[in-house]
């Protein structure tokens, strides 16, 4: 699965700062922290999903696919 790398990958793109997207999603960035950085190993469903919606993206795509190899 690729989730945390997927969530790296599309902050990096988007140059969003913890900060932004704690604004934008509503999730506080200590939370984010913790996904981003695989502090928490099961983030919450409700977190993935507005991560997912965040960065325009579908479930499927943000856990299982390597987003970084497709782009390239």
Same mark, same amino acid.
């Given at each position: 699965? %690729?989730? =945390?790398? *997927?969530? *790296? &990958?599309?902050? @990096? $793109?988007?140059?969003?700062? %913890? $900060?932004? #997207?704690?604004?934008?999603?509503? =999730?506080?960035?200590? +939370?984010?922290? &913790? /996904? !981003? +950085?695989?502090?928490?190993?099961?983030?919450? !469903? @409700? /977190? /993935? =999903?507005? #991560?997912?919606?965040? !960065? *325009? =993206?579908?479930?499927?795509? #943000? /856990? &299982?696919?390597?987003?970084?190899?497709?782009? *390239?």
């Amino acid at each position: 699965m %690729f989730l =945390i790398q *997927n969530l *790296n &990958y599309l902050k @990096e $793109q988007s140059g969003m700062s %913890f $900060q932004k #997207l704690s604004s934008a999603s509503g =999730i506080k960035q200590t +939370t984010l922290k &913790y /996904v !981003f +950085t695989e502090k928490t190993t099961n983030p919450s !469903f @409700e /977190v /993935v =999903i507005v #991560l997912a919606k965040l !960065f *325009n =993206i579908s479930l499927d795509d #943000l /856990v &299982y696919k390597d987003l970084a190899k497709e782009k *390239n």
